[in-house]
């Protein structure tokens, strides 16, 4: 199966929820904003972010906020290519506004195999933009035929 890496459907939240903010909304990161986002403690923020740390897919400094690494980055692009390819599903084929699109890909894009999510781009195309107008991140394994 490869070298993936093991996260939790709980971490796979908070990587693509810290992504958003960091990479696409450059936004500094810290655990208080995480809590809100997420509607949890910020004890249990600090937690998650330390079993993320310890698979070196973030760093995270006191008082400074919490930052992805390069395999951090990779991972958060991986799952959330997964929930932007459903997206484009959930609109075309169960006509979902893009709110309830998103709400329901949450619910399913960690489950989502990475086979799964290829047949669906290659099925509509290579798609390279979601419903919420995002990029949706290629993978090596779905090509377009040129």
């Known amino acids: 199966m490869g070298t993936e890496l093991s996260v939790t459907e709980n ?18 990161v810290r655990t208080t904003t995480v809590a809100k ?11 998650v972010i330390q079993n993320l740390s310890e698979k ?12 992805l690494t390069k395999g951090g980055t990779t991972e958060a692009r991986k799952l959330l290519r997964k929930h932007r390819i459903l997206e484009v599903l959930f609109m075309d084929i169960l006509n979902y506004d893009a709110r309830n699109a998103c709400k329901e890909a949450s619910k399913l894009d960690y489950y989502a195999s990475r086979d799964l999510i290829n047949a669906i781009c290659r099925a509509y195309g ?20 040129k």
């Open 11 to 28: 971490e796979a939240r908070y990587l693509k929820l810290i992504y958003r903010k960091q990479c696409e909304e450059s936004a500094k």
């Open 37 to 47: 986002s997420l509607g949890v403690r910020p004890a249990t923020v600090t937690e």
């Open 126 to 145: 290579h798609p390279e933009i979601c419903p919420c107008e995002k990029t949706i991140f290629s993978d090596s394994k779905c090509k377009k035929n």
């Open 56 to 67: 070196n897919l973030l760093r995270h400094r006191r008082y400074h906020g919490v930052e």
